[in-house]
């Protein structure tokens, strides 16, 4: 089968390509002709010296990569596919503190412990409370006379409620941890006008922030997951090193990725009045798998063959970068029956969404699937008529699928 010709230099991680759209036909011909591609970089454009990355587009792939860490590091060049190009080596280092950076087996040893606060149990004790705050926000955005934006009103208020009721931040300063998480990812897009030194000092900002809530937690416990997750010294516990960077980690992961799921799946439903009348009808609970199927919030993050190896055909060198782009393993027809219609009964429904499965399988899962389904029954029961006013504005950004501006109207 014939390599399909790409453009020169087309790059899946250039940021002004995914400002405009996923590029789904590209992975398409990929999947179809050459699965495991070399996408050749200049050198240092994605902030690593090297000459480019080995972009993988089908489903099976995606997942081998993701379940065999001894084969594809975390670590080495850390999870982020791209940096500005003139970040310094040593800040990418830095990162390899946060979990989604880590190997086995220090990646299991702080999984095991932060995972406490994502049981089946925690996650049903918040239920209540967070279908409460998704009613409480659908109704005060149903007051605006006229359009307003969806993402700030709507999509990215549970997230921060829910990170806030989960490690017990007092909610009035859940826009700090919006603010700082926002700058952290921005650094691609102008409109922000982030810096790496800026979104750096945003990261030390809420790392200090979640070090002193920890301090506070071992002097007075509390009954929330920070108590849990400092404070058990008898089942090992995080320092609060661990533990900054696992709310750094949690306010993107948890915030960013579930406000631009809810973000895409009211554009999706807008855009699509067929499944929004069903939806409203008969709240399908196979609804928030299909969004983040269809919305894939993180297009993609690497890895790094620790030795040489075999993918897809192709030779992989010790060293090389590798690409899993969950948006093309998303839409792999091998794996989904009519991958580029949004259908919210399909099931099974075996995306990647959350993940490739193996270590780094999303953590939060569980909770993100309960925001979904809780903030799109609210907006159903208050809001069913809604409109949408505008194109949505994308994030100008090299691995994240964002949306910073969706106008809609509810009158």
């Not at 826009?175 to 990812?185: A, G, L, P, R, V």
């Not at 982030?194 to 979640?210: F, K, M, P």
């Not at 992989?316 to 259908?343: M, T």
């Not at 969404?353 to 809780?374: N, Q, R």
């Amino acid at each position: 089968m014939t390599c399909p010709a790409l453009p020169d230099g087309f790059d899946f991680t250039d940021p002004d390509l995914l400002q405009h759209r996923v590029p789904l036909p590209e992975f398409a011909e990929l999947r179809q002709a050459e699965p495991v591609r070399w996408i050749p970089q200049s050198a240092n454009l994605a902030g690593f010296q090297d000459e480019g990355y080995w972009a993988v587009t089908r489903h099976a792939d995606v997942k081998y990569v993701s379940t065999h860490p001894e084969l594809y590091s975390s670590t080495l060049n850390t999870a982020i596919i791209r940096f500005n190009e003139h970040i310094e080596r040593d800040a990418i280092d830095a990162q390899r503190l946060i979990l989604l950076n880590m190997d086995p087996p220090e990646h299991t040893r702080v999984r095991q412990i932060v995972q406490r606060g994502f049981t089946p149990r925690a996650i049903r004790a918040l239920e209540d409370r967070l279908r409460a705050r998704a009613h409480a926000i659908v109704e005060s955005a149903r007051a605006h006379s006229g359009p307003f934006d969806f993402v700030t009103e709507v999509a990215c208020e549970l997230p921060l409620q829910a990170i806030a009721e989960l490690i017990g931040i007092p909610q009035d300063d859940r826009i700090k941890i919006f603010d700082w998480s926002n700058k952290m990812i921005a650094y691609d897009d102008p409109e922000y006008a982030i810096t790496e030194e800026v979104g750096a000092e945003s990261a030390t900002e809420l790392i200090s922030y979640a070090m002193n809530m920890a301090a506070d937690r071992k002097k007075c416990p509390a009954k929330d997951i920070v108590s849990t997750l400092v404070a058990a010294e008898d089942e090992g516990n995080l320092s609060y090193d661990e533990f900054g960077f696992f709310v750094l980690m949690l306010s993107v992961a948890g915030n960013e990725t579930t406000r631009n799921a809810i973000t895409h799946g009211m554009h999706a439903f807008l855009t699509h009045p067929d499944q929004w009348e069903l939806y409203k009808r008969e709240r399908p609970a196979t609804t928030a798998e299909e969004i983040v199927r269809w919305a894939t919030p993180v297009n993609a993050f690497q890895r790094t063959a620790t030795q040489d190896t075999e993918l897809g055909g192709k030779r992989i060198k010790k060293g090389d970068r590798v690409g899993i782009f969950y948006a093309s393993a998303n839409h792999d027809p091998e794996v989904f029956d009519n991958p580029d219609v949004l259908d919210i009964t399909r099931d099974p429904n075996p995306h990647l969404g959350f993940g490739g499965g193996g270590p780094h399988y999303c953590l939060g899962k569980s909770l993100a699937v309960l925001e979904i389904d809780l903030m799109f029954n609210a907006i159903a029961d208050a809001m069913p008529n809604l409109t949408l006013v505008g194109d949505p504005r994308r994030l100008r950004s090299a691995w994240i699928n964002g949306v910073k501006e969706l106008q809609v109207s509810a009158v």
